[in-house]
């Protein structure tokens, strides 16, 4: 072969190489969406999906930012900034508003949001929006947050693009960390336990998604399933996490009723190590869930070694 043959044929292979690479990514990264027949037939109940926005500290992500449309009611009118590792997000408007909020979503839009991360138009969201946990909630439950949202009051707020670096191609590149981060996420109930446990590991691990700061994750920052709920660094790089895990043994709550009142009242009622990196808003919220509810969340923390 002559120099310029050999150097023709690198440049075909290398050509292939990229648009066999491409093609992949392009396949591995492909959005897949739940079809609306996938939707249970359900009489939406908005109470109980206050408790879930409370527990899933929606509000907290999506609030307006200070002095914006929707801050002094405390709606999650969206616009507040999130700095994250990877850039800065605006969480969007959940208020029923049709231009600036879901107020023109379908119950199916939503449901592809909480629990598969998707856009109504099939793009990935970050997982900065906790999805990766919201994905263990029944479909029934997802309807009854967005009946929930849908009871609150229309907030006209424009949402904002996030501040990321290759905003589209990182999106994309989402779709592969989910093959591997996200699959089949859903509740199952312990037969073997009370129902208020099961509630409370549902609460935790579901809406509550507690293990996105509590447990630790790899390099590819996918959470260590082995090391559940165990603490680490914190995701948003705020010193560390404390661990969940045997907290009894180690002496840190005397029994279900101590833990409850640290969770209702926290630091105000003198105990420590429940306000900073994020934890006081969680805090906050946990204190508006009825008190069963978070007796049920300590049972179940109580009850890991
Ligand atoms: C830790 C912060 C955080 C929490 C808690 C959170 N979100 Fe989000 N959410 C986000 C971020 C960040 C985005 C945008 C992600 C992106 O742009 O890729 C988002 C996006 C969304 C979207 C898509 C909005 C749109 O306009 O496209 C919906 C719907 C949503 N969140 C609902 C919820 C609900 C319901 C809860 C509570 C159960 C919740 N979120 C809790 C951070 C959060
Ligand atoms: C945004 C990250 C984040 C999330 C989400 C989160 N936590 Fe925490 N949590 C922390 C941090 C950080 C601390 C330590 C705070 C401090 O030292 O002031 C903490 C502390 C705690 C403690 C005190 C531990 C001890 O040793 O006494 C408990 C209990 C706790 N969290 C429970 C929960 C529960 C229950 C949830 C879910 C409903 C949750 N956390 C969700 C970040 C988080």
């Known amino acids: 072969m002559t120099r310029t043959a050999r150097g023709r044929s690198a440049v075909a292979a290398f050509a292939l190489f990229v648009v066999v690479g491409v093609a992949a990514f392009w396949l591995l990264t492909r959005p897949r ?19 879930l926005y409370h527990v899933g500290s929606c509000g907290s992500c999506h609030k307006a930012a200070d002095g914006a449309p929707g801050a002094e009611e405390g709606l999650p009118a969206g616009s507040a900034a999130l700095p994250t590792p990877v850039g800065t997000f605006y969480p969007g408007n959940l208020t029923p508003d049709p231009e600036t909020g879901i107020g023109r979503w379908s ?16 793009a ?51 779709g592969l960390w989910n093959r591997m981060a996200l699959g089949d996420r859903r509740f199952e109930p312990d037969p073997a336990r009370s129902a208020s446990w099961n509630r409370g590991a549902y609460l935790t691990n579901g809406p509550g998604h507690c293990g996105e700061c509590h447990t630790p994750r790899n390099w590819m920052m996918i959470p260590d399933r082995s090391r559940y709920l165990a603490g680490g660094p914190h995701p948003a790089e705020e010193g560390d996490v404390p661990s969940l895990r045997g907290l009894l043994a180690r002496g840190r709550y005397k029994d279900v009723g101590d833990l409850t009142l640290a969770l209702q009242y926290g630091e105000t009622f003198g105990y420590d190590k429940l306000s900073s990196g994020g934890m006081a808003a969680i805090q906050m919220n946990l204190a508006k869930l009825p008190e069963s509810d978070v007796r049920a969340i300590s049972e179940y923390l109580l009850s890991l070694n």
Do not use: K
Request: no cysteine; hydrophobic share 40%.
């Open 107 to 122: 119950e199916i839009d939503f449901v592809n949001a909480m629990t598969r991360g998707l856009s109504p138009d099939g």
């Open 124 to 174: 990935h969201y970050f997982p900065a929006f906790p999805y990766t946990s919201f994905a263990a909630m029944p479909i029934e439950d997802v309807l009854d947050l967005h009946a929930y949202l849908m009871s609150l009051p229309p907030v006209r707020s424009p949402t904002r693009r996030p501040d990321v670096p290759m905003l589209g191609l990182a999106r994309r590149g989402v």
């Open 33 to 51: 969406p739940l079809a609306a027949t996938a939707l249970p037939d359900h009489t939406p109940d908005p109470m109980g999906g206050e408790v």
